[in-house]
């Protein structure tokens, strides 16, 4: 990254910062009421004192624990189910339905669904994390796998490879950059619902910490949960994103330096030119994403 | 691009180290080359179950070692008639044999080598030709020493660790034929492999299909839409279309393509197209 753009991107929260502090120290009311509201130094004050305290770092390890916990879990029933669903046509027929059925259910609403059948709240948070991001990683791992190259598995096959060859060399790998879409998709909804079972159920934790602060009225205890949540969620998500960056380096990446728009007009532009291409074929080659990685094969003749 | 390098030509003496590594402590990778498998179609109706069949039920006897080329128009059913001898599609009619049994599914007997993007990508060129020795379950230390055999073979010996996508389109062919021989298939079943590439490239492809087939005595089913290649490769040409299989008078020989022989079967087979 040039020194330019990281300025930038230090400069852009240092000014977000500086107008907090400007609009809460004059205590401005312009239909937005900012006297009440902590100002930046109250806020970092407050932080100081509770970074040295225990309890500070007991409820970031309950948090992280939770979540950890919930999101592995989801991470692999999610690839689970959703290669199991993209593969399998009685998968498709026993889990689909389950599946659309669930899926709109806020986790948090299912707080009732924990109490009821897990012995501990502790149980019972871990639960709603996980219900969270389960449905982000099934359906992107279950849209992954369904777009996988078929030559691929095929080759495989004639080489002699068998159904576990075919899923541990062709369908896992060829499906992880989709995999890692859900994850990181997965890994921000399940902070949300860790941190909102925590407010409503928790003994410990940061969303527990933070509630607490909002009912005794400490607000400048609230941004500091909330800062908290803001910079565990950046670090996981990083975490994530960086992790799913390793696995997939196979994956053709435009040349440095290169506009990703100007590539994109350009192959836009070529496809029309190409001999093989048929008007029919045209709106299909230049909508299907990826297609230097997964240009379709001759199609089989029926 | 060069198309075959002078490493390549060094290729008896690639075979009989690939042999001779592979002979020595694994039993699953049998030594020597086994003879290449009689394939054959019985009153076979090609077709997708759910799609359009070929009109013709197809008779064809192909012979244990032989390089038979299958011309025809484009989507006439070629590549339906590679996947059914694979074992990918079952036959709508009619019974696929491989030495008189059944074909039923695709197995490492019948290498199927695709058009183009059959690599996998993720793999580096090295782990794509490891590929059918690790489904044999080789030994890691002979799997990759045959993989490198194979890259020299094919003249990519200072490629094995890229990835397929930073290799160019007749690279990449040559690593798919590396792939498809390094497991020692009894036949080989190519679907226009060289279609994809430029009329140099293609050339120096053929001879080295031609070089590195001498010595395995696998049978060769080779799918193409040109007849010169059809012509200079195959023993026997089938013409899909009509279902004549003709011999061809100087298999593999680029001196005969002037010779009268030659150029009566070229026009016989365009005439038929």
């Given amino acids: 990254m040039s020194t330019g753009r990281r300025l930038v991107r230090v400069a852009s929260p240092l000014a977000a910062l500086g107008l907090w502090q400007l609009l809460t120290s004059l205590d401005v009311n312009l239909w937005l009421r900012f006297e009440q509201f902590p100002t ?21 390890g309950h948090s992280l624990r939770r979540i950890s916990v919930g999101f592995l879990l989801a991470a692999v029933l999610g690839v689970a189910a959703g290669t199991a669903v993209a593969r399998s046509r009685w998968a498709a ?81 060829g499906a992880l950059p989709g995999i890692f879409g859900g994850l ?80 994109v007009r350009a192959v836009r532009a070529a496809v029309p030119l190409a001999p093989s291409v048929t008007p029919s074929g045209t709106s299909r080659a230049t909508s299907s994403d990826a297609s230097a990685v997964l240009r379709p094969e001759k199609e089989p003749v029926p | 691009m060069s198309t075959v390098s002078p490493s390549t030509v060094s290729a008896e003496s690639a075979e009989s180290a690939a042999s001779a590594g592979s002979a020595g402590s694994a039993p699953a990778t049998a030594g020597p080359a086994s003879a290449g498998a009689e394939l054959a179609l019985h009153g076979v109706r090609l077709g997708h179950p759910d799609g359009v069949a070929v009109p013709r039920p197809v008779d064809l006897r192909i012979a244990s070692g032989e390089l038979l080329t299958v011309v025809g128009p484009s989507g006439c059913g070629k590549t339906t008639l590679l996947r059914t001898l694979a074992g990918l599609l079952p036959p709508l009619e009619g019974r696929v044999t491989q030495d008189g049994e059944p074909v039923r599914r695709p197995g490492a007997d019948r290498a199927l080598v695709f058009q183009h993007d059959a690599l996998l990508p993720w793999r580096s060129v090295r782990a794509n030709v490891e590929l059918p020795l690790a489904i044999r379950r080789t030994p890691r230390a002979e799997r990759r020493r045959s993989a490198e055999d194979w890259l020299e073979r094919v003249g990519l010996g200072g490629h094995a660790g890229k990835l397929p996508h930073q290799l ?29 590439l430029d009329a140099h490239t293609r050339a120096g492809m053929q001879d080295l299909l031609v070089e590195i ?20 490769l195959g023993d026997r040409v089938a013409l899909f279309a009509s279902g004549e299989v003709l011999d061809v008078p100087h298999p593999r020989s680029r001196d005969a393509r002037q010779a009268p022989e030659t150029a009566a079967l070229r026009r016989r087979v365009l005439d038929s197209l």
């Fill in chain 1, 93 to 173: 027929d026993t889990l689909g339905p389950l599946v659309e059925v669930v899926r709109p259910i806020p986790a948090i609403a299912l707080v009732p669904v924990a109490i009821l059948l897990l012995p501990t709240n502790e149980q019972g948070i871990v639960f709603i994390t996980c219900a969270a991001a389960l449905f982000p990683v099934l359906v992107s791992t279950r849209h992954a796998v369904r777009a996988l190259n078929p030559v691929w598995e095929e080759a495989v096959l004639t080489l002699g490879g068998g159904r576990a060859r075919v899923l541990f060399s062709v369908v896992l790998p």
């Fill in chain 2, 168 to 196: 160019s389109g007749g690279q990449r062919q040559r690593v798919q034929l590396a792939r498809a021989l390094a497991g020692r298939p009894r036949a080989v079943l190519m679907d226009e492999p060289f279609g994809a």
């Fill in chain 2, 213 to 232: 087939l001498r010595g395995t005595g696998a049978t060769v089913v080779f799918v193409t839409h040109d007849v010169d290649e059809a012509l200079h």
């Fill in chain 1, 184 to 263: 990181s998709v997965g890994i921000g909804v399940s902070w949300i619902c860790v941190i909102s079972a925590e407010m409503i159920s928790g003994e410990y934790g940061v969303g527990y910490r933070t509630w607490q602060d909002y009912t005794i009225v400490d607000y400048p205890g609230v941004f500091v949960g909330m800062a908290t949540i803001g910079a565990l969620g950046w670090l996981t998500s990083t975490a994530v994103e960086s992790l799913g960056r390793r696995v997939t380096a196979w994956l053709p990446r435009p040349t440095a330096g290169v506009p990703v728009g100007g590539t």
């Fill in chain 1, 40 to 60: 930046v130094v109250e806020v970092a004050s407050a932080l100081a004192d509770r970074v040295g305290t225990e309890v500070y770092w007991q409820d970031l």
